[in-house]
Structures are given as C-alpha cells and as structure tokens.
T-cell receptor, first 109, second 115 residues
Framework: AQRVTQPEKLLSVFKGAPVELKCNYS??????LFWYVQYSRQRLQLLLR??SRESIKGFTADLNKGETSFHLKKPFAQEEDSAMYYC???????????FGKGTSLLVTP | EAGVTQSPTHLIKTRGQQVTLRCSPI?????VYWYQQALGLGLQFLLW???????NRGNFPPRFSGRQFPNYSSELNVNALELEDSALYLC??????????????FGPGTRLTVT
C-alpha cells in the first residue's frame, strides 16, 4: 500500500537557520514525488517535483530510494517560508496525489 | 489566465441532505481531481475525471459521486450527508494523460459544514 508520512506536524526554526522537512514514503515501483505548499490565505500550489531536480525559492529535495525518503531542505530559512508543506506521491493507478498530513513550518525572526 | 474556480465558497447542510459542489478547470486542462481535507485527516483523494470519464476513485463510499461535463467542468455530489463529511473540498485540474507528473493546480476549495 502507498503511504506518505510526514513525521512532524509543526517545525519551528529561526530565520537564517537551515530547515529540513521530512517525508518518507512506502511504494512498490518507481514513485513520482512532489512537494506542495500552502501559504496563509493562498491556494495549495506545487513547490517542486523530484523529476525536475530543480531548486525553487531555495528549496531542494532529493529522492532517496534506499531510505524511501524525499526530504525538503533549505540552507537558510526566511520568514516568508512560513507555510504548510505537503509531501505527495503520484498514484500508479491514476494520476491522483497521495498526500502526507503536512508539516507547518514557522520561521521566526 | 484564470485559475481553477470552485463554487460555492461555503455551505451549511443538515445531516441526511444532499449537496453538489462545482469546479471549473483551467482552460485546456482535461483532468479534474477532487480531494477532501477533513480536520485531522489531511488531504485525501476522492475522484479523478479525465475526458468525461471517471478514471479512479479513492476510498470513499458510493454516496460520493460526480461527473465531468463536455467543457471539462465537474460536479461532486454527496448524498445522505453525515457529520464527518464536514471538510474543505478541493478541486484540482491538470493536463490529461499520459503523464502522471503533470502539475495539478488547485482551486480555493468549498467549505462544507454538516450539522
């Protein structure tokens, strides 16, 4: 069965500190993994996906198939990074997303 | 370019009633997805429509149903409402098959409260 686990409901860091939001998954096959973000009073939006291997707003995420993880990292957190972050996996039987429960990131000055 | 739109924004229903939620995808998108975001349960996949056909459904009872129209807009119907159906219902759209990695664009959601 597919499962996406985000072990932290809330993560609080100081501005300028490194941040890592954890995501672990269980999936048999080659997963497609995503990070979505929801800023206050805004829509859920795609932050990045593993296949594009890009850095968005300073965030990166590496797919580690051995550890079945897709952690989101940023070396220096900014206050505007405060938001709800969701890790998601693409379903093999149809392209719906299987979401983790989300991690609320709070960056304090 | 207009984003995904959903209506209504909020609604309140009584247990046992039926409700219809609406979604208009981004122009050019043929796939529409419905998700439920209930308190404490996170975002759960409900239904996926592409080219007018139901392609997949999540682990929800049959009283959750929907359809997609020729203009690719979609409706989500929930019959015999229960208190636990209270949630934010999100619609998303994307380009259609064959690629599962097409980005999904989300609407603002419809907040349903069942009393």
């Amino acid at each position: 069965a597919q499962r996406v686990t985000q072990p932290e409901k809330l993560l609080s860091v100081f501005k300028g500190a490194p941040v890592e939001l954890k995501c672990n998954y269980s999936y048999s096959g080659s997963p497609e993994l995503f990070w979505y973000v929801q800023y206050s009073r805004q829509r859920l939006q795609l932050l990045l996906r593993h296949i594009s291997r890009e850095s968005i707003k300073g965030f990166t995420a590496d797919l580690n198939k051995g550890e079945t993880s897709f952690h989101l990292k940023k070396p220096f957190a900014q206050e505007e990074d405060s938001a709800m972050y969701y890790c998601a996996l693409s379903s093999p039987s149809g392209y719906a997303l299987n979401f983790g429960k989300g991690t609320s990131l709070l960056v304090t000055p | 370019e207009a984003g995904v739109t959903q209506s209504p924004t909020h609604l309140i229903k009584t247990r046992g009633q039926q409700v219809t939620l609406r979604c208009s995808p981004i122009s050019g998108h043929t796939s529409v997805y419905w998700y439920q975001q209930a308190l404490g349960l996170g975002l759960q996949f409900l239904l996926w429509y592409d080219e007018g056909e139901e392609r997949n459904r999540g682990n929800f009872p049959p009283r959750f149903s929907g359809r997609q129209f020729p203009n690719y807009s979609s409706e989500l119907n929930v019959n015999a409402l229960e208190l636990e159906d209270s949630a934010l219902y999100l619609c998303a759209s994307s380009l259609g098959q064959p690629r599962s990695s097409y980005e999904q664009y989300f609407g603002p959601g419809t907040r349903l409260t069942v009393t």
